[in-house]
């Protein structure tokens, strides 16, 4: 399988905006949850911004080749 540069950096956007979506998800259940003492392993927040930079960057890339 031989895969061009411009494929590889699509195949990146996808999979940072798929990782932003969890985490957005993976938030929206921590906010709401019944029992305020539990915690997050990950500060999901933090996740989905790094995702949506990444996804970002990936465009611009798969964009600009």
């Known amino acids: 399988m031989d895969f061009t540069s411009k494929q590889l950096a699509e195949g990146a956007v996808a999979l940072a905006v798929v990782v932003a ?38 465009f611009s890339l798969a964009v600009n080749l």
């Open 21 to 58: 979506v969890l985490a957005g998800i993976a938030d929206w259940r921590h906010r709401r949850r019944d029992d305020l003492d539990r915690v997050a392993w990950f500060d999901w927040r933090s996740v989905q911004v790094f995702a949506l930079i990444g996804a970002i960057v990936a």
